[in-house]
């Protein structure tokens, strides 16, 4: 006990060598094949995309550092004023918001324009880790403990879905749930939520906006407007198929160079890309997540604390339900609801939120590297 | 010892626990993804890469040049002006709106034309341009090269206007160009083309495959917004052929100015040796250019509104009665039956008893007796009266159409008339009716339900002259193509009957007591043959050429001909409408028509290469 109480924190170059820079080898990898789609989009033209696409990742590569510079306590004492920041950033976005494409979702604070929804993003995962760091196990399944991070989730979703930003809200819920269900809440909760939901569901459906029942309905049924709202999926869908097995190669993708495929170079990157390269090339892109989704989750099971455990399954789940939101939207498995292709798709928020919750997941695995060297340190005769 | 991370927590195994879970659902979630791209890219792929395909290629047709219309001297009587026109793909209405609104700036356009091009847009497909503007100054449309960049879609290219050239003279020979009708428009890529012009009348409408040509088509990559990424491929329309005319204009000219101040009739003649038809006027005349480039939006109604009906081209689309003219015919008909021979006389005293009618003769006295010869010449309606009652309509019908009456040809103009050739089965057809004994009598002069055209009575005529099956054209062929003569079957009428109404002819311009004697032309050398027509308007048996009577109800005039007789060379048909006498009003015509095709073709007194008769 005492050699605990005399533990130092290692210096930042020793934090940095045991940094698990396989992690980021596979980031890496997805960033120059989201560079390289860029490229090719603008018919081989490292403008406007793909060059920022790469300086944003090696900016955002210095933020990971900075990030798993800084000791796992400082991160958990930040934790309630980062979510509570985070929220009142959130209320502050219909009194002082900026509109884009129909939605109020920016807000300019000193000419630097941000979604507060990204942030809070981060933010949730930090306070649910925070708040099951501190419930006592024995608690888990007390239903007042497991109110208290419902109303953690629910509120930022609440007012993300009448911003309204459909995408987030999604994220919220599964990366919270997620969060929860790994935290070691009882299953019953779970299913008993899940029958509240299937109740709720005409309800929520009433308090939808025109746009987004559109592209509900839209999924349900692309064929019926096929110039109209069902485009994008019918377009999409054509690029895939158009990709074949083997893809019509790079920059031969006619669907993407020739402006049928919307938003072509953010959420649709990955059908730029599946034209491109074929059914190969998108099945080596999922392997690679996996890869990536892979370590994240043996980071998680090594990890002994619940905050970093939760903190690193935070960016596990987050990485996770972009990656699937996107492909099966853009394959018309779910509708269209604006999901980024995380680290592929252009777009600094996106890339600042899912580095900032990989650094903090990579600075969590640093700390627990460092314990378990203490231990193994101290275990010595 | 224990570091604080390694203390033994509820729910260590549970963690790890569920972390296996989630991460199964993960990867039975990715599973399911690359299923999808599978089933997507490796077993729908083929179904959508021609998708892909139409997305990215827009075809678009090229308009073929029209062929130009010559006279037989190779005088240009129809060719194309160009001019330039400006035209937009249609995108999105905003983006439609912005650019036009630019393009106003080099061409002027009318709020007007703005708003009817947006409502075109509205319903026009993608990659279809729309025309926005014609009649374009060269200067405009650099303009609008040079601002090309902020005039996405906007596109110039050159329209043909259809120009004619001697239009009063030639105008319904050549007939005229018009837009293609809706429903006729999914026939052919040349009938979807924007601006595309098909012939309406005329040699326009009689060739219009030969002179329209094939469109070419040009594959352009287009982007979403149907903007042209780059040109594909290219296919050069097949120009349409030009079409030579056997008639000249010179002598349509010369002719027309002869039928100054008749109000409406018609002239064609014809070469006997070819079938060519070297002159074919009608009165009034117009001109073709008014419906094309000089085309203001109620000249059609103010056409269509003459009373003398300008763009009726009389020579085919004007039917009368023959009246005498058809005389031969009722002759033929009646010495091929065995009901009439040469030498046999019928006596005329003015009227003809059949069944309770009476049928009067125009020569209310009487011709007393009369034989073949006498009654053609002198064109007794008795004689043939009777010829016509022991002859029957069948044989008489039969005989017309042996003569190329009640049809059309192959001549390559449009919009013929096939006149009638009445016999039982056609007004059972027709009206519904039985036939009945007078009609014959009165089909045996031409009157009753006999309608013909010039252009038929002249190829009549042109049978006649030569024993052969005659076929009219106004389309020459290049000389080498032409066959040599006798082009024509024989008409199997026995020569000597051919011969006796032959020198019938002859007699009614140059014996006494012929009707047409006004057809005689001053050149002694050259015999001329022929016969009168007065058809009556009105189907009475009783008065005819009444002066008096109101312009609508004074007969025709008709006069057919052919020269020299000896050796046919020229058949002409002559009807002049409400022109009183056939031998007073059409004679004279036919006469100077004759002294004017002989200044222009010298060689046809004494024709040499003239057909053999069989």
Same mark, same amino acid.
């Given at each position: ?72 306590? =400082? ?103 997620? =969060? ?111 890869? =990536? ?47 980024? =292709? ?40 | ?8 927590? @509820? ?160 105008? $319904?020979?050549?007939?005229? !160009? ?52 780059? $040109?594909?491929?290219?296919? @050069? ?22 039928l100054a101040g008749i109000p409406r009739g018609a002239?064609?003649?014809? @070469? ?5 038809? !070297?002159?074919?006027?009608s009165v009034p005349a ?20 003459e009373p003398h009906k300008p763009?009726?081209?009389r ?134 339900? !006999? ?100 312009f609508e109800?004074r ?10 007789? @000896? ?9 002049i409408e409400h022109g ?5 009003t ?29």
């Amino acid at each position: 006990m005492t050699e605990l109480a005399r533990r130092r924190d290692e210096t930042l170059a020793e934090r940095l060598i045991h940094m698990n820079w396989l992690v980021l080898v596979s980031v890496s990898l997805l960033v120059a094949i989201g560079t390289a789609t860029l490229y090719s989009v603008e018919g081989g033209s490292f403008e406007p995309w793909a060059e920022r696409h790469g300086v944003r990742f090696l900016l955002g590569f210095g933020v990971i550092l900075a990030m798993v510079a800084m000791p796992m306590w =400082l991160w958990r004492a930040a934790a309630l004023p980062i979510y509570l920041l985070a929220l009142g950033l959130l209320l502050l976005v219909p009194v002082l918001g900026v509109e884009a494409l129909g939605a109020k979702r920016w807000l300019d604070v000193f000419g630097l324009q941000f979604q507060p929804t990204e942030v809070m993003k981060v933010a949730i995962v930090l306070m649910l880790a925070r708040y099951y760091d501190a419930l006592p196990p024995s608690r888990i399944a007390d239903p007042v403990a497991v109110f208290v991070p419902v109303v953690i989730i629910a509120v930022p979703l609440a007012f993300t879905l009448s911003q309204p930003d459909l995408g987030s809200a999604a994220l919220y819920a599964a990366v919270g749930l997620g =969060l929860m269900f790994l935290a070691g809440v009882p299953i019953l909760y779970f299913a008993g939520g899940a029958m509240v939901a299937a109740f709720a569901i005409p309800f929520v459906w009433a308090g939808l906006h025109d746009y987004q029942r559109r592209r509900i309905e839209t999924f349900l049924d692309p064929g019926a407007d096929p110039l109209g709202a069902g485009y994008h999926i019918a377009q999409s869908k054509i690029a895939l198929g158009a990709g074949g097995i083997s893809g019509k190669g790079f920059m031969q993708g006619t669907q993407s160079q020739l402006d049928f495929l919307p938003e072509k170079h953010t959420d649709f990157i990955f059908t730029t890309f599946a034209e491109e390269w074929g059914f190969w090339g998108a099945l080596g892109l999922l392997v690679l997540y996996a890869i =990536l989704l892979t370590l994240l989750a043996i980071m998680a099971m090594r990890a002994r604390s619940m905050f970093a455990r939760l903190v690193i399954a935070g960016a596990w789940s987050t990485i996770f339900v972009y990656v699937f939101i996107n492909i099966a939207m853009v394959s018309g498995l779910v509708p269209v609801v604006g999901v980024p =292709l995380p680290f592929v798709s252009y777009g600094g928020t996106s890339m600042v939120t899912l580095l900032a919750a990989l650094g903090l997941a990579l600075a969590a695995d640093v700390d627990e590297g460092q314990n378990r060297r203490m231990l193994r340190r101290a275990s010595r005769p | 010892m224990q570091g604080p991370g390694d203390e033994p927590r @509820d729910g260590d195994s549970g963690f790890t626990r569920r972390a296996l879970v989630v991460g199964a659902l993960q990867a039975g979630a990715l599973g399911l993804l690359a299923a999808r791209l599978y089933q997507l890219q490796v077993l729908e792929g083929r179904r959508y890469a021609p998708l892909a395909e139409d997305n990215r290629i827009s075809q678009r047709g090229v308009m073929p040049r029209r062929g130009r219309i010559v006279d037989r001297a190779g005088v240009v009587l129809a060719a194309n002006d160009e001019m330039y026109r400006v035209s937009i793909l249609s995108a999105s209405d905003s983006e439609l709106k912005e650019t036009l609104a630019r393009l106003a700036a080099i061409v002027p356009l009318s709020e007007q034309e703005i708003a009817t091009t947006l409502a075109k847009a509205r319903t026009t497909q993608r990659n279809e341009p729309l025309i926005v503007a014609g009649n374009l100054s060269f200067d405009q449309v650099a303009a609008i090269g040079l601002h090309a960049a902020s005039l996405p879609g906007v596109e110039t290219d050159v329209d043909l206007r259809r120009r004619y050239f001697h239009g009063r003279e030639t105008g $319904h020979v050549t007939g005229y !160009v018009g837009s293609v009708e809706r429903h006729a428009m999914d026939d052919e890529a040349f009938l979807r083309m924007p601006g595309a012009r098909v012939g309406k009348a005329g040699v326009e409408l009689g060739m219009d495959k030969d002179l329209r040509g094939k469109c070419g088509s040009r594959k352009f990559e287009v982007d979403a917004r149907g903007h042209i990424v780059r $040109h594909l491929d290219e296919i @050069d329309p097949v120009e349409g052929r030009d079409v030579m005319l056997t008639i000249d204009a010179g002598l349509q000219s010369r002719v027309l100015d002869r039928l100054a101040g008749i109000p409406r009739g018609a002239v064609v003649a014809i @070469d006997v040796t070819n079938g060519e038809v !070297v002159l074919m006027a009608s009165v009034p005349a117009f001109d073709p250019n008014d419906l094309t480039i000089n085309f203001e939006p109620d000249v059609w109604k103010k056409l269509q509104a003459e009373p003398h009906k300008p763009l009726l081209n009389r020579a085919i689309g004007g039917q009368y009665p023959p009246g005498s003219t058809f005389k031969m015919v009722t002759a033929l008909a009646a010495l091929e039956a065995g009901t009439a021979s040469l030498r046999e006389r019928v006596t005329c005293d003015g009227s003809f008893e059949y069944k309770d009618s009476t049928f009067r003769c125009w020569n209310r006295g009487g011709h007393g007796a009369m034989d073949l010869t006498d009654a053609l010449r002198e064109s007794c309606d008795v004689y043939f009266y009777e010829l016509a009652r022991r002859t029957g309509i069948d044989r008489i019908a039969a005989m017309a159409r042996r003569l190329g009456l009640g049809q059309t040809y192959a001549a390559g103009i449009g919009q013929q008339k096939r006149g009638i050739v009445p016999d039982p089965g056609w007004k059972r057809a027709a009206l519904g009716k039985a036939w009945l004994g007078g009609e014959t009598i009165l089909a045996g002069i031409g009157q009753g339900f !006999v309608l013909t055209t010039p252009l038929q009575l002249a190829v009549m005529t042109a049978r006649l002259a030569t024993g052969r099956a005659v076929v009219p054209t106004l389309v020459r062929r290049p000389d080498d193509a032409r066959p040599a003569l006798p082009v024509f079957p024989p008409l199997a009428v026995k020569s000597e009957w051919l011969d006796a109404v032959r020198s019938a002819m002859v007699g009614v311009v140059n014996d006494a007591g012929g009707t047409g004697g006004n057809a005689a032309i001053s050149d002694s050398a050259v015999v001329i043959a022929g016969k009168t027509g007065t058809s009556q308007v009105r189907s009475t048996g009783g008065d005819r050429g009444a002066g008096g009577d109101a312009f609508e109800l004074r007969d025709h005039a008709l006069f057919v001909s052919y020269f020299p007789a @000896d050796k046919p060379r020229y058949a002409i048909a002559a009807v002049i409408e409400h022109g009183g006498g056939g031998g007073a009003t059409a004679a004279p015509i036919v006469r100077d028509v004759i002294e004017t095709l002989i200044d222009f073709d010298p060689a046809a007194r004494v024709t040499t290469g003239s057909l053999e008769r069989p």
